[in-house]
């Protein structure tokens, strides 16, 4: 199958079929491409770190150490795959469930994990809520509202082209936020524009308790882009090496100056929404355990002893390692003191206002008061 290669941005057998390369239990389908070996075992390994680090973040949300969490558990591949198909040059928008795609641009467990419990080395400050992002790694911190961030990457992308830098924007939005307008506006802007810009939808099946066949009538997500000019691509979510030989292509193209591109991951969430869902209330039990049987770690690790990449003991020593590394990581963190209150008023103006020094001495003054109470600040 030719995945981007036409040119007629009509052909509707992309939009509506499912690109893949292994199936369900790592066995290759068709049209494998020809990959280094490094880049496959880094794929797995990229998501190993994704699964183990989202297991911690929802324990220490349940330690009452971490506010909210929006667990990753099975749609590492998308997130992984796309990412590893940028540049260092490249700007990423993601949304708040893409663990994989800021270990990918090179973000440390160590710096997920400051941000998450807002520790004295939290990058943001305490600025944003339960979002990652920061310049050095061209990530965006991703707002919480759904499709926000669709816009501000075409825009972004657009500004590119005007200065003429060849860099690439990606975004990153789940299935609900296509019914939201920012959606249909990037599209439609990027699709005039031509904007460098490579949309992945991840279609996990449930936007909170909505079901995809009550958030559209289309017969897939990846079809939408047609209506904006927008070549569209409907790709096994779980296929690591799909969905990275998929973004790859649009991300040359994008890069060429063909334009967007609009990918469906198909995947699915194995955990609730966040930390603060019941997904019990409204899917099954028989649902997880089909899409379960699909996830992608478990299929890429089948694939890599297959081709011999790897063996049952190098991977248990891979898990191992990560297992041992990352809960060193989060025993250092937890010890880290906290934000001083003070950062509530720093950061807001480059000279701040007189009524804002007047605040920031109230509060030094107050903080004094408490600890001379001997009342400790949480």
Do not use: C
Request: charge should be negative; glycine fraction near 8%.
């Amino acid at each position: 199958m030719e995945v981007l290669g036409s040119r007629d941005i009509l052909n509707l057998d992309r939009a509506l079929g499912l690109y893949r390369v292994i199936d369900e239990d790592g066995n290759p389908v068709a049209g494998e491409p020809s990959l280094p070996d490094k880049l496959l075992l880094d794929m797995y390994t990229y998501m190993i770190r994704a699964r183990i680090l989202d297991g911690w973040l929802l324990k220490l949300q349940r330690m009452g150490r971490v506010a909210l969490h929006a667990p990753n558990k099975g749609q590492e591949a998308s997130a992984v795959g796309a990412t590893l198909a940028l540049k260092r040059e490249d700007w990423l928008f993601p949304s708040y469930r893409e663990l994989g795609a800021l270990l990918v641009r090179g973000m440390t467990e160590e710096e997920i994990l400051d941000r998450a419990l807002t520790t004295i080395d939290d990058p943001l400050k305490g600025s944003d809520f339960a979002i990652y992002g920061h310049r050095k790694y061209n990530i965006v911190p991703a707002p919480v509202p759904v499709a926000n961030q669709i816009p501000h990457a075409v825009g972004a992308a657009l500004a590119a082209k005007i200065m003429g830098d060849k860099i690439v924007t990606m975004t990153f939005f789940g299935d609900g936020s296509t019914s939201r307008g920012d959606f249909h506006a990037g599209l439609n802007f990027a699709g005039v524009f031509k904007a460098p810009v490579v949309f992945v939808n991840q279609n996990n099946q449930w936007a909170i308790s909505v079901p995809l066949k009550r958030q559209t009538a289309a017969p897939t997500i990846a079809v939408k882009g047609i209506a904006y000019g927008v070549p569209g691509i409907r790709v096994d979510g779980n296929d690591v090496i799909a969905v990275y030989t998929v973004a790859r292509e649009a991300v040359e193209r994008a890069r060429s100056g063909e334009g967007p591109t609009l990918i469906e991951a198909v995947t699915y969430r194995l955990g609730p929404h966040t930390t603060a869902d019941d997904p019990t209330r409204y899917r099954g039990e028989e649902e997880v355990k089909e899409w379960e049987r699909r996830e992608p770690l478990r299929r890429m690790r089948r694939y890599l002893i297959s081709r011999g990449l790897l063996t049952e003991e190098e991977d248990k020593a891979l898990w191992s390692e990560w297992e041992k590394r990352i809960e060193e990581t989060v025993v250092k963190v937890l010890e880290k003191p906290p934000l001083p209150p003070e950062v509530i008023l720093e950061d807001v103006y480059e000279e701040p206002p007189w009524n804002l020094k007047e605040q920031m001495k109230e509060l030094r003054e107050s903080i004094r008061l408490l600890k001379e109470l001997g009342i400790e600040l949480e």
